[in-house]
């Protein structure tokens, strides 16, 4: 039995404290904008305000794969949006996505704007507009569907579970962590038997489905999420693993993976991307960088 005393829930809950932890000062349980702030409208017909969590990246390897498949009417503008700073509850922001969450895209290609919130439904709105990314087989679309809903469905289970439990709460505490980590290793499981046989999420084909599970559990098993690969013993699930480095092979990937990314190496951040040559100025600087180190 733990010393801790037992928590007894009142009768109804009021919201009187920050419950501590990383990002407890942008927790709140109310809706809507705190701020009047005008978004940022640049020259390309999709203007993407986001931040380069798994949620955020998912959507702009979509767009560097579109782009890589020739989709030239795929541009598009990335503007950073501050989770820690508040940004998303800005009135602007919250026009495009009453929810408050990263990322938020308009669509900007028509007469009429179009605004398209969820990271899935960004997905499935730009894989339809241009017939890319999709199952050449329409026999796989449900399959490919049933996959890219399994991510939106157990990702909070990986990110607000254990990811908060592990690496952001204000303590370290024992029931909560073996209960997600539990769940997430069964996850890990769940893909690992799928790719056992395929060489991506749905087969031959390279869909939607693999950009948005790669960032939450590729990321995971590459040890670049939560710093808990060992703990979670990561390297046992060799097909996972397998699929998740051929898709870092990926330039597109890892192109995406860098925009609107603020933390980590600065090479390998884009806060903001406006064009393709935006990548360009920043390999420069990581080559003199590498220069500097061997000189």
Do not use: C
Not at 126 to 138: D, R, T
Request: hydrophobic share 35%.
């Amino acid at each position: 039995m733990s010393d801790t005393p037992e928590y007894v829930p009142p009768k109804v809950w009021t919201w009187e404290q920050q419950s501590g932890g990383t990002f407890a000062n942008i927790n709140r349980p109310i809706a809507g904008a705190t701020h009047d702030k005008d978004l940022p409208v640049g020259k390309h017909p999709f203007q993407l305000y986001s931040l380069g969590t798994p949620n955020g990246v998912k959507v702009t390897v979509l767009f560097e794969e579109l782009l890589a498949a020739g989709v030239s009417e795929a541009e598009y503008d990335a503007w950073l949006i501050n989770i820690g700073d508040g940004d998303q509850f800005g009135s602007g922001f919250v026009d495009i996505n009453p929810n408050s969450k990263i990322p938020a895209l308009m669509d900007r290609s028509g007469p009429t704007p179009i605004r398209v919130f969820e990271s899935g439904a960004i997905l499935i709105h730009l894989a339809e507009k241009f017939g890319k990314f999709l199952p050449s087989n329409l026999n796989q679309r449900p399959e490919m569907l049933s996959w890219l809903m399994w991510q939106m469905g157990s990702a909070p289970y990986l990110g607000g579970g254990f990811g908060h439990f592990y690496a952001y709460a204000p303590y370290k505490m024992e029931y909560p962590i073996n209960r997600f980590a539990m769940e997430v290793k069964r996850q890990l499981d769940v893909l690992d038997r799928n790719l056992s046989t395929r060489e991506f999420m749905i087969g031959d084909d390279y869909t939607i489905a693999d950009m948005a599970i790669w960032p939450w559990y590729g990321n995971l098993v590459l040890g670049k999420q939560y710093n808990a690969g060992e703990f979670l013993d990561v390297d046992s699930y060799d097909n996972v693993r397998r699929w998740a480095e051929q898709l870092l092979d990926r330039v597109p990937v890892q192109r995406g993976r860098m925009v609107n990314r603020g933390v980590g190496d600065p090479s390998e951040q884009l806060l903001e991307r406006h064009d393709a040559s935006d990548f360009d100025t920043k390999t420069q600087d990581k080559i003199k960088v590498a220069e500097n180190q061997t000189s």
